[in-house]
């Protein structure tokens, strides 16, 4: 008998420490760059947040911002969720870690269109603001690739590499941090151009 509560008590701890980690790990999201956000978004869009308004979905209760779209950069904005007739950002209520949202605010937002706890891609890193016409902060872009030649083509080294240049030769370019929308627009695009 005394085996029989030992063993259901530790079943009971299992379940229960399965369970902590299992919402832990629901809320923790991976860093994702931006080239992985760009092909995760269904929709991209730049846009002005609306005032927050509270959504009821049943037993669920949304924080949502209506979107005035700027400009569309992929996918249709017309299948996100709509408050007040315009298509929408929906946050779960009492969600943590969002960003900062207030009404009015110029952001790029690469999003999902289905309803989940945060529409943002990467949970909650899919959102760029925009002020006085910048990306604050800026967005920090993978360096290109070095270009290899056209096969057929020969290099041609400027330089007989020593041993104080070959390091050099070697390192990858640093990276780049871009304050244009322009440019992340750009970037975007071109992310997904390239997405498999």
């Known amino acids: 008998m005394r085996a029989a509560t030992l063993?259901?008590?530790?079943?009971?701890?299992?379940?229960?420490?399965?369970?902590?980690?299992?919402?832990?790990?629901?809320?923790?999201?991976?860093?994702?760059?931006?080239?992985?956000?760009?092909?995760?978004?269904?929709?991209?869009?730049?846009?002005?947040?609306?005032?927050?308004?509270?959504?009821?979905?049943?037993?669920?209760?949304?924080?949502?911002?209506?979107?005035?779209?700027?400009?569309?950069?992929?996918?249709d904005p017309a299948s996100l969720p709509r408050q007040g007739g315009a298509p929408a950002l929906l946050f779960l209520k009492g969600l943590a870690d969002l960003p900062d949202l207030r009404a009015g605010q110029d952001v790029i937002a690469l999003l999902y269109s289905a309803r989940l706890d945060s529409p943002l891609v990467g949970f909650n890193q899919g959102l760029y603001p925009v002020v006085n016409g910048s990306l604050v902060p800026g967005v920090t872009l993978a360096a290109a690739p070095a270009t290899p030649s056209a096969p057929g083509t020969p290099a041609t080294p400027t330089a007989t590499p020593t041993a104080a240049t070959s390091p050099a030769a070697t390192t990858p370019p640093p990276a780049t941090v871009v304050t244009d929308p322009a440019r992340l627009r750009a970037a975007i695009l071109a992310a997904r151009e390239a997405r498999p």
């Open 7 to 75: 063993a259901g008590a530790l079943r009971g701890a299992l379940l229960a420490g399965l369970l902590g980690l299992g919402a832990a790990q629901a809320t923790a999201a991976p860093t994702l760059s931006l080239e992985q956000q760009a092909r995760k978004a269904e929709v991209i869009v730049r846009a002005t947040l609306g005032p927050p308004a509270e959504v009821r979905d049943g037993d669920v209760t949304y924080v949502a911002y209506p979107l005035t779209v700027t400009e569309t950069i992929a996918g």
